[in-house]
């Protein structure tokens, strides 16, 4: 199990499912508590990347509890088969050309184009097994300013960037924009029915 292994000892390693070159690990998110650290960060090998994501991507999550052992050549090997790597990499949200897990966004701070800072990420929403956006919980101030509930969902499609030393989510537009976008108002208007 990779509770045996610094993730210091794991980086640059090449990642196998059987034979199967994966690709190498690349670090994983900072963050000060360890529940919000369950993946990874792998750099994908293009053609894997092709054959088993639905659109590749440079970078995906790799959930700790896939490590199985490091191989006698100093490889990670995988205790699942590419198939469950698949249905996980399914499993996430796409920011730019990466993939993050849940765990890679949760407490995540959630900052607007132009640098303000809205609130942190508390959950993801899920509708028809895709997540569709972030659970927001607002800072007070933001709340009280834009008379906000205490939640409200960020759509997937509005995630610019993430700083990864910052742990923080950047929008595509400003909050005021946001607020007014058709897939933000139908996020937080009809989310909880469906």
């Known amino acids: ?49 092709s054959e088993f994501m639905r659109k ?14 490091i191989r006698p050549d100093g490889g990670v090997k995988l205790s699942k088969s590419m198939r469950e790597l698949q249905r996980r990499w399914r499993n996430t949200v796409r920011i730019e050309k990466d993939l993050y897990a849940p765990d890679e966004l949760v407490d995540r701070a959630v900052l607007d184009n132009d640098g303000m800072d809205i609130g942190n990420v508390i959950d993801l929403i899920k509708i028809k097994r895709t997540y569709k956006g972030l659970l927001v919980k607002p800072h007070f101030m933001i709340r009280a300013r834009h008379s906000l509930p205490e939640t409200i ?42």
Request: net charge negative; with cysteine; hydrophobic share 40%.
């Open 1 to 49: 199990m990779v509770e045996d292994y610094e993730i210091q000892e794991l980086i640059e390693r090449d990642v196998y499912v059987g034979d199967k070159y994966v690709g190498v690990i690349v670090g994983e998110r900072f963050h000060p508590r360890d529940e919000f650290v369950k993946s990874m960060r792998i750099k994908v090998e293009d053609e894997v990347a």
């Open 56 to 69: 590749p991507a440079d970078l995906a999550p790799l959930a700790k509890e896939l490590v199985h052992s």
């Open 153 to 194: 969902a960020v759509p997937c499609g509005q995630l610019a960037k993430t700083t990864n030393r910052l742990d923080e989510v950047i929008l595509k537009c400003t909050f005021s924009r946001l607020t007014t976008l058709p897939s933000y108002l139908k996020l937080n208007g009809h989310w909880e029915e469906e």
